[in-house]
Antibody, heavy 122, light 108 residues
Framework: QVQLLQSGAEVKKPGASVKVSCKAS????????ISWVRQAPGQGLEWMGW????????NYVQKFQGRVTMTTDTSTSTAYMELRSLRSDDTAVYYC???????????????WGQGTLVTVSS | EIVLTQSPGTLALSPGERATLSCRAS???????LAWYQQKPGQAPRLLIY???IRATGIPDRFSGSGSGTDFTLTISRLEPEDFAVYYC?????????FGQGTKLEIK
């Protein structure tokens, strides 16, 4: 069965960076892409961007451009999301989720990781 | 960017009743690339409907989706106790992908 297993909770100081991992299993990793979605406490879902596990192409939401980097390691079927220059309003649960392999092709998010809580506090 | 507006923000109903949730897009959603997700407290979202009207694997048939273009609806025909949760719509036909702000379905 498809599983996305994320790394554990993180506590970071303002200005620091965080790197969250997402290990995929139960499917052919390079046949899909990975989206990253975050959810601030008590708030809705916010799409941050996407990476193709096939060729590494990325598509980031403009508000995160310059602060986020999404990568994949096909040898371990793992996706990573690094967010830099953290602020208190980056405190959120960060989810990885399986999506299509081409941002131009309409394919929905169909599986989600369990989420990683990132707390930014001085 | 396509803005999705969900209504109502909160819906209070009793088990056995019918729930109708709306998702309106600021511009037409390509090829009806519209999905609905259910999220319970402390859990990741779960895919219910994609392609506006196609039930995902394992989703009970009391859940149905309809609509096209800019107006979409999620209907739960007879509410079960486990259906009380927050529901989000999301468009995946253009970038950036966007979510609605959510509808909280609570027990009356």
């Amino acid at each position: 069965q498809v599983q996305l297993l994320q790394s554990g909770a993180e506590v970071k100081k303002p200005g620091a960076s965080v790197k969250v991992s997402c290990k995929a299993s139960g499917y052919s990793f390079t046949n899909y892409g990975i989206s990253w979605v975050r959810q601030a406490p008590g708030q809705g879902l916010e799409w941050m961007g996407w990476i193709s596990a096939y060729n590494g192409n990325t598509n980031y939401v403009q508000k995160f451009q310059g602060r986020v980097t999404m990568t994949t390691d096909t040898s371990t079927s793992t996706a990573y999301m690094e967010l830099r220059s953290l602020r208190s309003d980056d405190t959120a649960v960060y989810y990885c989720a399986r999506e299509g392999n081409d941002i131009l092709t309409g394919y929905p998010i169909d599986y989600w990781g369990q989420g990683t809580l990132v707390t930014v506090s001085s | 960017e396509i803005v999705l507006t969900q209504s109502p923000g909160t819906l209070a109903l009793s088990p056995g009743e019918r729930a109708t949730l709306s998702c309106r897009a600021s511009q037409s959603v390509r090829s009806d690339c519209l999905a609905w997700y259910q999220q319970k407290p402390g859990q990741a979202p779960r895919l219910l409907i994609y392609g506006a009207s196609i039930r995902a694997t394992g989703i009970p048939d009391r859940f149905s989706g309809s609509g096209s273009g800019t107006d979409f609806t999620l209907t739960i025909s007879r509410l079960e106790p486990e259906d009380f949760a927050v529901y989000y719509c999301r468009q995946y036909g253009s970038s950036p992908r966007t979510f609605g702000q959510g509808t909280k379905l609570e027990i009356k």
